[in-house]
C-alpha cells in the first residue's frame, strides 16, 4: 500500500496508559482492597499501521484495557508483580504479532480504620501519595521483573549535616551541622529469579529505608541513600540491584535578624522547588 | 490625585496567600514538627491605592509574609486556631487602617516513624494530603473562629446502597443494595465562644467522621452525612454548627459479560470526574 | 421514618461536578468545538435522604449527569450562559422539590490551526488554561447571570512600580520603581438584565483586561485592577457590577553581586508561593 | 573511614532539578522575555560522599543553581539549545571531577498581547503549557544535542478513522470512520552536528507537526505520528532522529438512545484517563 520508504521506523511502541482498576476482595470476616492503575506498552510487527494506515494488527489499546479487567476478575492479586508479569504473558501469548510486552503496576495503599484499637473489615482511610509499584518486561525469551517504592515522603528534624563542599566563586550556601532532612524515597529493585515472595521483600524494603532515614546521621544525602541501598542488598538476597532517587526538600531557615529575633533553628520556609536530586545504583559485589 | 470616581469601589480587599513556614520545637527527649500555610487577607481603608496609586496606607503583602514567620518563632503553635487568632489580632492592633482580617491557616500532617513499637523521637512519615484547617476573620468588635478537617480521604466496601430514587426519562443509572462509598471528607465547625480546646474538639470530631463512615449502614450520602454531622454536635458541646461536605468518589462496576465472565460486584473502575457533591450544615436546635 | 430530629438541618444542597462535554457543529464549511465543564448544585425539599434515606425525592446526580448531554444535543451552546440558564431552568420546570438550582459552566477555549494565513476549517490547537465561565442561580422568583474569565496569565517586564507603601519593623522589600508585573486575571461581572449579548461582552471584557494591563502604568496591582473595572463600566453599560481578582506572580530579582556581577533588573526568580492576592468589586454610582 | 563496601555503587548521579529562570532582554524600542526551568545532572568522582560523606568534591547543588543564574546573565539566551551547551561545558570545564553534564531545559512561552493589530513591545499572555525543551548531554569527548516541544495541544473534530483493527475476545471498541482525535504532541529530534540554527528548525518542526495534524487524513495515530516524522526528516536535514509520542486522549461519544435523541455524532465525553499512547522513532536511511 504504501512505496518504499523515505525514512526509517527504528522503533514503535503503543499501549494503554492509567487504566484504574479497584477490586474487592470479598472473605468471610472482612474484605480487601487492591487499587491499582496500569500502563501497558507493547512492541512487535506494528510497522504497517505506522506507513499504510493497515490496522489489522492492531490490538486496539480500548481492547488492552478490557483485558486487564478480564483478568483482574480471574486473578488473586496477591502481588502486584505476580498480576503483572500475568498480564505481559498474555498478550505474548495471545498475539503473536507482540515482540515484547511491558506493563507497569502503581498500587494506591489504603490503611484500615482503626476503632477501638481494633481494625475495621471493611472501612479504609487512603495512605496518601505513596505508591508501590512494579513494571515487568517480558519477551518471548526473557522477563525481567522489578519492585519499588515511589514517594514515601519523610522528614528528620536533626541529625542531618553538609559540609566540607566544593566553595568557590558560585558558592554562597552556608555549611550546616544541623539541618532538617525531607525527601520522598523513590526505590526499584531488580530480582535474579523470577518468584521471590514480592510482598515479604517489598516489606523488608520499605522497613529498611524508613529505619535508616530514621536512624543515620547523615553526612550527605548520598551517604544515606547508599545506606539505604546497601542494607537493603544486605537484607534481601533476591535483589541483584537497587536504585535510589530522593530529591533533597529544602527547608530554608528563615532570617529572623531584621525583625529583631535570633535565628535559632526553629523556623523554615519550605520549598518545592528548586530542589536538589541525589540517585544511586547499587549490586551485590 | 483622582477626580470623583466615575465608579464605586465597593469592596476592595489584599493580602499574601501560600506563606508556607515549618517550625520545629526541640524537647530534650524528642521534636516535634509543625509544618502550615497561611493566608492573610486585609480589609480596611486602602481605597486610595486603587483609586491613585497612593499606597502609603498599604502594607506590603511581603510585610505580612515576614510578620508570619516573626511571630511564628515568638507563639508555641499549640493550636493553628490560637496561632490564626493571635496573627489576625496582630493586624488590627498593629495598623489602624485595618479593620477586618481574616488568617486560614492549613496545618501539613506528619506521622512519627515507628521502629520496633516505638515512636522514633524525630522523624516522621507525611500523613498525605489531609490537612486540618483554621479561620479567623476578626474585627475590632468582633472575632470568629472555625476549625477544620480537609480531604480525609475514606472508602468502604460495603453497607452502602442507593435506591428508590427518582427515575425518569433522564435516569439510567441502576439501583444498588452494595456500592463501595469513597470520599473525602471535608468538615468546617464554628464555636459559640472564643476558646475551647482546639486540639480535642479536632481530635474528637475526626473520630467520629471515621466512626460514622465504617459503621454507618448508609442509605445515602446525604444520610451518613447528617449522621456525622449530628454525632459532633452531640459530642462536642462547644460546637454551634457543623458544615461537611462530601463529593461521592464513584467506582464503576465493570460489565464483564461481553468477555464471558459472571460480574460479581468485584471488578470497579474508579474515576475522578464526574462526581456527586454532598452537603449539609447542621446546628444545634 | 425518623423521631423529631436532636440537630436541625439548616442548609443542604447536592449536585454533580466536572460534568465534562465536548460538543462538535458542523457546518458545511468548517466545524466548531465547544469543550465545556458543568457543576449543578440542587436545594430543594430533600431533607428526608439525609435524615431518614429516604431518596424518593432524590434526583440521582447520574441522572444529573445526563440532563446535561440530552440538553447540549438539542442547544446550539451560542453562549455558556445560555445554556447554563437553559439548564438551571429546565430543573426548576422538571422537578417541583427543587427551590433553586445554580449551574456553573466553564469552557476550555481552542484556536483554529492557522496554514498559511488561513483558518483551518476543523484542526484546532489548546488556548491552555484560561477559561471562560458562567454561573446562572435560578429560583422560581429570580435568575442572576454571572460572566467570567479564569486564568488569564500576564507578564509585562516595565512600567510597573511599587513605592511609598507602608515601612516598619517588619518590612524588608525595598522599593522599587520598575519590576515585573505578571499574574492571572480572574473577572466576574454581574447584569441588570438577563439576556444582553453574552459573547460580544465576553470580547470587550477580555479585551480590556489586557489593554489596560498592557498599557497603564501601574504604581500598585490595585490602581491596575480599579482601572480595569472602571473601564469595563465604562464600556459595557449592562454591566452592573464586577469583580476582579489578581495574584501577583512575583518575580525576585537575583542578586548577582556575590558572583562579582552587576545585578541589571534582568535576572529573575519566578515564584509560585506565597503569591500577593489583590482583590476588588467596582458598580456604577 | 569506610571498609571495602560490601556492595558496588555501580551508578550514582546529582544536581538540581527545577531551577526557575526569568530573563528580560531591554531593547531600545521593546522588550523581550525569556522563561526557562533548568535540570542539572552531573556524573563523575563522587562516590566518596556517597560511601563515606566526605563531600570534599561535591559542587553544592546550590551552587549549580546559583552558577545557572550568573551564566544566564552573561549569555543571550538565544536558544535554549546554546545556553543548556554553555552550561554543559562550563561544569566540565571547571571541576575536573566531573565526567558528564546533563542539562535539560524547558521554556514557558510568551505572545504579545496584540492592540489594535499592534504587538505590544513589552506585554505578553501566556502561551499556555506547551513547552519547548532542549537536552544537552556531553562528556569531555562528545556532546549531544536534542531539541524539543512538548505538550503541544491539538484537536480535529473529523478527518481521523480507526477501522480494520483486531477483533476477537476482548474487542469491545466499534470501528468508526470519523472520530475526534485529539493529542498532545511530544516531540524530541537529535542532530548530526553541534550547530544547526535551532531555532529556525525548531520553527519548521512545530509548523509541520500542525500543518500534518490538521491535513492528514488519519486512518490511525499511528499513521499521523510516521507521516508527521517523515516530513520533518525530510524538510529539515540537520536532524537525524525524530521521536514523536502522542497520547490518544478520547472523546467518547455519548449514547443519547436512552433519552429519545438520535446518537449523530456531535456530543462527546472528554476523558482524561485511560489514554492511549502511541510511539515512533524515524532516522534517515
Known amino acids: 500500500m504504501t512505496s518504499a520508504p523515505s525514512t526509517l521506523l527504528v522503533h514503535n511502541a ?6 484504574r482498576l479497584t477490586k474487592i476482595i470479598r472473605q468471610p470476616d472482612h474484605q480487601e482492597v487492591k487499587e491499582i492503575s496500569v500502563n501497558i506498552e507493547l512492541e512487535g510487527d506494528f510497522s504497517e499501521t505506522y506507513m499504510s494506515g493497515d490496522n489489522s494488527k492492531v490490538v486496539a489499546t480500548d481492547s488492552m484495557k478490557n483485558t486487564v479487567y478480564a483478568l483482574a476478575a480471574q486473578h488473586p ?7 503483572a508479569n500475568h498480564l505481559a504473558k498474555h498478550f505474548l501469548k495471545r498475539y503473536e504479532q507482540i515482540s ?11 490503611n ?14 487512603s495512605a496518601g501519595n505513596e505508591r508501590r509499584s512494579a ?3 517480558a519477551t518471548r525469551e526473557n522477563t525481567s521483573i522489578q519492585s519499588g517504592i515511589e514517594n514515601l515522603v519523610v522528614l528528620k528534624t536533626t541529625n542531618s549535616e553538609f559540609w566540607g563542599f566544593v566553595r568557590d566563586e558560585y558558592t554562597t550556601l552556608p555549611e550546616t551541622r544541623d539541618r532538617i532532612f525531607a525527601t520522598a524515597i523513590e526505590a526499584t529493585w531488580a530480582y535474579g529469579e523470577d518468584n521471590p515472595d ?6 523488608a524494603v520499605r522497613n529498611i529505608m524508613l529505619e535508616v532515614f530514621a536512624t543515620h546521621r547523615s553526612l550527605s544525602v548520598q551517604q544515606t541513600l547508599y545506606e539505604m541501598g546497601r542494607r537493603a542488598l544486605d537484607a534481601c538476597d533476591r535483589i541483584e540491584e537497587i536504585t535510589i ?9 528563615m532570617n529572623l535578624t531584621p525583625f529583631g ?9 519550605p520549598t518545592d522547588e528548586p530542589y536538589g536530586l541525589i540517585t544511586g545504583t547499587l549490586r551485590r559485589p
Chains 1, 2, 3, 4 share one sequence.
Open 14 to 19: 503503543y499501549g494503554k496508559s492509567e487504566v
Open 77 to 83: 492479586l496477591d502481588s502486584i508483580e505476580s498480576f
Open 100 to 110: 515484547q510486552a511491558t506493563v507497569q503496576l502503581r498500587e494506591s495503599l489504603w
Open 112 to 125: 484500615r480504620v482503626v476503632l477501638n484499637g481494633n481494625e475495621h473489615p471493611h472501612a479504609f482511610t
Open 135 to 137: 513494571v515487568v518486561k
Open 198 to 203: 514480592f510482598n515479604k521483600i517489598y516489606d
Open 245 to 253: 532517587r530522593m530529591p533533597n526538600q529544602h527547608h530554608i531557615a
Open 261 to 269: 529575633l535570633e535565628t535559632k533553628n526553629e523556623i523554615f520556609v
